[in-house]
T-cell receptor
Framework: NAGVTQTPKFRILKIGQSMTLQCAQDMNHNYMYWYRQDPGMGLKLIYYSVGAGITDKGEVPNGYNVSRSTTEDFPLRLELAAPSQTSVYFC??????????FGNGTRLTVT | DQQVKQNSPSLSVQEGRISILNCDYTNSMFDYFLWYKKYPAEGPTFLISISSIKDKNEDGRFTVFLNKSAKHLSLHIVPSQPGDSAVYFCAALTGANSKLTFGKGITLSVRP
């Protein structure tokens, strides 16, 4: 049971670099989400998607972009990395339910 | 402005005793509440939930109580076990959308 798979687990970026955080789910869930968790803080919603081809902004979307070309995949793109984007990023999915299934996260450091 | 507040950052209890984790909210439109548990280097996992039409929901050692008038909910773990040591997040949502609002989390340590 893979569930929600996130890659990479860790990444260090220099300021101004770009990268894509990958997220894939094998549960055929329609809803997918990207959250970030800063130290001592709760999870903040970056972007979400209610189905393939449909995405929308969450609470903290600035500096990020997403796409949802398939039901399974929901990549998160950072175009110009900034130190403020140092965080742990969690991808999650759900099927028309408030119960989210999370991946194990990507720890990103921007220096 | 935090709509879901977990004001105590940490809690330490003895194995076998009760753990009580508290959560307060400010948005009266919230009508569904969830608790998630998170171990280090893993994603949060769903633990238990409660609808605003109930005041109690129980699942094994875990019970969630909801006091709507006080805008307060609590998670009781009885008896506490060392494997319960984790960060616990309270989350809430309204029926109008499926986006959860999370609290900052409480780190529970259960001493053997």
């Amino acid at each position: 049971n893979a569930g929600v798979t996130q890659t990479p687990k860790f990444r260090i970026l220099k300021i101004g670099q770009s990268m894509t955080l990958q997220c894939a789910q094998d549960m055929n869930h329609n809803y997918m989400y990207w959250y970030r968790q800063d130290p001592g803080m709760g999870l903040k919603l970056i972007y979400y998607s209610v189905g393939a081809g449909i995405t929308d902004k969450g609470e903290v979307p600035n500096g990020y972009n997403v796409s949802r070309s398939t039901t399974e995949d929901f990549p998160l793109r950072l175009e110009l990395a900034a130190p403020s984007q140092t965080s742990v990023y969690f991808c999650a999915s759900s099927q028309d339910s408030p119960v989210l299934h999370f991946g194990n996260g990507t720890r990103l450091t921007v220096t | 402005d935090q709509q879901v507040k977990q004001n105590s950052p940490s809690l330490s209890v003895q194995e076998g005793r009760i753990s009580i984790l508290n959560c307060d909210y400010t948005n009266s439109m919230f009508d569904y509440f969830l608790w998630y548990k998170k171990y280090p280097a893993e994603g949060p996992t769903f633990l238990i939930s409660i609808s605003s039409i109930k005041d109690k929901n129980e699942d094994g050692r875990f019970t969630v109580f909801l006091n709507k008038s006080a805008k307060h909910l609590s998670l009781h773990i009885v008896p506490s076990q060392p494997g319960d040591s984790a960060v616990y997040f309270c989350a809430a949502l309204t029926g109008a959308n499926s986006k959860l609002t999370f609290g900052k989390g409480i780190t529970l340590s259960v001493r053997p």
